[in-house]
């Protein structure tokens, strides 16, 4: 998070394009709600949202059937992606020659690699960590996202909560606020320990580095 990887996503599509290629972009569960990659320096595009049923290689071979070239896949949020998805990434590479460029975070907020990075890990051609510097709030290196909610940090719940800064939706028929929801880079230390930040609040949190 914070680290450029939609930013370059769109970039990498850019560069792409320009040289006369046909794209597909994917994503689920952007930060937007919506059927597109954006980047939190304003950037925007429009892409496909694809879940946990979408068969990527019929997507792919959808579009070939309509007469529509798909020299290359820039994959969003590839985190969310399925172990079977992303082996189809794979066959989608081997065997139709599409190069498949995927951006995504590495662990989840209880510091546990997401079950399609894993498989990416253990199939992909190159990784390479993204070069923009991200810094927890005491200077060091940012490693892991910590979700805080309300506030407090927590190390339970559900896998996948999409969020950014702003609070949960609250149903038209519940007037209950929902709450707050977002996520924070942490070195791996105050990750552990707990802390947030000088001036966060809750039981354990330090006003000082």
């Not at 038209?172 to 930040?197: F, I, K, S």
Request: aromatic share 4%; net charge negative; charged share 20%.
């Amino acid at each position: 998070m914070d680290c450029g990887k939609s930013t370059l996503a769109l970039q990498v599509d850019h560069n792409q394009s320009r040289q006369g290629r046909s794209g597909l972009l994917l994503t689920q569960g952007d930060r937007s709600v919506r059927p597109q990659i954006t980047s939190r320096v304003g950037l925007a595009h429009d892409a496909v949202e694809v879940d946990d049923h979408t068969d990527l290689l019929l997507l792919v071979r959808s579009r070939w059937a309509d007469g529509t070239r798909v020299d290359y896949l820039i994959v969003d949020e590839a985190q969310f992606l399925t172990p079977a998805q992303v082996d189809q990434l794979a066959e989608l590479v081997d065997a139709s020659h599409v190069d498949v460029y995927a951006f995504g975070l590495t662990t989840d907020f209880r510091t546990r690699l997401f079950p399609g990075t894993q498989r990416l890990l253990e199939v992909a051609d190159d990784v390479q960590r993204i070069q923009v510097e991200v810094l927890c709030w005491c200077g060091a290196p940012g490693l892991l996202n910590a979700r805080v909610v309300d506030g407090q940090l927590v190390r339970q719940g559900a896998t996948v909560v999409v969020a950014d800064t702003a609070p949960t939706p609250v149903p038209e028929a519940d007037h209950t606020p929902g709450p707050e929801v977002h996520y924070q880079v942490l070195c791996r230390r105050h990750h552990v320990l707990g802390q947030l930040g000088p001036g966060a609040a809750g039981p354990g949190q330090l006003e000082l580095p």
